[in-house]
């Protein structure tokens, strides 16, 4: 049982020791690393800073996108929108209301000399991409789907596929084109990727 601990032990620590690998300074800390409310933190690295974005739901502004150096000292440099759309549901009008919608989960990545942020709002029943060169710069383009990409992950294959992997319970994956900004006419669009609602998990063909 001792020896089985001491292996749970340092299978647990190996991820920590190989990020640690190619630190240049250590730092100490202790959790919680921030004392916020930053939920679905999704975090990127680009030469040697760190940047990270969460969810804000229905709060205005929205998506803050936070830099680091370390992993441990955080600040917020920008944020993704001020105002997500212009309707009944976002301006609180004619008994509509976007209480619990808003930005969900999204997904930071670097590619193509851009930024990509992707995140979902339930209550417009649509996804988004936002796309800027500059994080600090507060000037962003902004890319619509009529469709859900529930829990989010750009992702950008060996070859310069772009992709997009998303659901819950059941993964599935988009592929798309033009440096994140569209669907890729013809390509592979909500294929069922991995089942996780099954007893066994295994790709789907």
Known sequence: MKNYAVNFILAAMLPVLFLCAGCRTVVSTSNPVIYADVPDPDIIRVGDDY?????TMHLLPGVPVMHSTDLVNWEIVSYVYDQLEDN???NLLNGEFSYGGGSWASSIKYAGGEYHVCFIANEQHKSYIYHTKDLTSGKWTRSDFDVVFHDPALFEDEDGTEWVVYGNGALHITQLTDNFHA????????SLLLNLRSRELQLQP
Not at 51 to 55: A, D, G
Not at 183 to 190: A, F, H, L, P, T
């Open 88 to 90: 009944d549901k976002a």
């Open 51 to 55: 940047y990270m974005t969460s969810t």
């Open 183 to 190: 669907i890729k006419k013809d390509g592979i669009v909500d």
